[in-house]
DNA sequence: CTCTGTGAAGTTGTTCACAGCC
DNA sequence: GGCTGTGAACAACTTCACAGAG
């Protein structure tokens, strides 16, 4: 029973589910067995990263051949604790919360909206998709009651820290943010933000500069508020 | 005329658009100064990776003051190329694309969706949110004819390589890329990617982990295709 | 005394290069 | 011969710590 893992780096995590994504699309097509070189084509970097990457989480290579991809997908899925199915919420139902309600991609991959909640009361009451649309103010009995895993911000700026805070106040155990602010949640809870006019304006700059291609993969970490630096 | 400007990290090219997300945020609060321990606490890092950030765009701090914001939106605002206002295209008007189309907030922040486009003859011709939506034979003669900075694919993944090719033999000379999957383009055209079930996937990592805080920033580069390491 | 700007130190992440197994 | 797994070298990025300006 060793327990002793070693640490696996940020950046390994965050192109985990790539990996994930490229084998499961190779998969599909039929193959069984695939190399570090074909999965670094796929997301776009070198084979001894996809090597690196793959050993923090144990050896399931063959040497001379490759990965198993059927195995290899077992082992991201249970790694990246996909194994059991997770609960989201929406909060904003808007245009682009709307859409997220609509798609049924998310379901597929193991990520279900049970529930929409907004403040407008030409929505509250309706379904979208098979999905309620709540008032605000059920949000806290309807998350203490069903338990919710994710929950999506795409409310305008100004109303997101405080929904924010709503979120984590009724025991949402983690924070996808698309309004264009940075939350703050006191607590220990994931948060990402997901802001797509930074995403054209980092490719503004590319644009101005004539440079070469990027691949943008999440990153950066910090640890509740205040910055702390860690221990020397 | 000194033009030897050091070599900016990507790591603050992707911190530069939130700080001034930021700073106009707080310029329309009426603050006119702003240290950099303020700005650090608002996207979640600290001071000194504030100040050696914007060091490399030159020095407009004032020691023992701060910075003014004015000076330092505008600053900004010409290092990451905005102060001419962007073409871009929504190719694939379905939820998602739509949701895009509708939202006001781009052109706000200068990047106007000019057309979208799709396969659906229901959807051809239709305008939303005041743009017109074209069938995809038109592409490259209205990007021709327009000039297109960039080009959004919000297609179903099977499509999304091939829209990428159109996009770039077209002329559009940049890409964002909703589907979730990896676009190879030949040519050194920048690209990034925003995948939600990806985003999903690693805060389920740090669900399953019970981790700390996460704060979510784009990274990650690569060049042309092989992956040719550089001079050594 | 406050807050910026920045070399230097420290940390994290990537690539090399080769031993080991198929 | 082909391909994985991994220490060691290298590169990128972050944080420290302090000089210098207001």
Chains 1, 2 share one sequence.
Do not use: W
């Amino acid at each position: 029973m060793k327990m002793v893992r070693k640490k696996v780096p940020k950046a390994t995590i965050n192109r985990l589910p790539l990996y994930l994504r490229g084998l499961v699309n190779f998969y599909s097509k039929g193959e069984r067995v695939v190399s570090s070189t074909r999965l670094a084509e796929l997301i776009g970097t070198n084979s001894a990263q996809v090597r690196k990457d793959l050993s923090f989480l144990g050896e399931f290579g063959i040497r001379g051949i490759g990965y198993e991809i059927e195995k290899l997908i077992e082992e991201l899925s249970q790694f990246l604790g996909l194994a059991q199915a997770k609960k989201v919420i929406v909060v904003g139902v808007g245009r682009l919360g709307s859409a997220l309600l609509g798609y049924n991609g998310f379901k597929e991959r193991g990520f279900e909206i049970v529930a929409g909640f907004d403040v407008d009361p030409s929505k509250i009451g309706k379904e979208m998709n098979g999905v309620n649309i709540y008032k605000m103010d059920s949000l806290r009995k309807i998350v203490k009651k069903i338990g919710v895993d994710i929950g999506i911000i795409t409310t305008p700026a100004q109303k997101a820290q405080e929904v924010a805070e709503k979120l984590v106040e009724a025991g949402v155990k983690s924070i996808l943010n698309f309004a264009p602010v940075s939350i703050e949640v006191s607590d220990k809870i994931p948060v990402r933000n997901v802001d797509l006019s930074v995403e054209f304006q980092i490719l503004s700059y590319y644009l101005s500069k004539g440079e070469k291609s990027i691949i943008k993969r999440g990153n950066e970490k910090r640890f509740g508020e205040g910055g702390k630096p860690s221990i020397k």
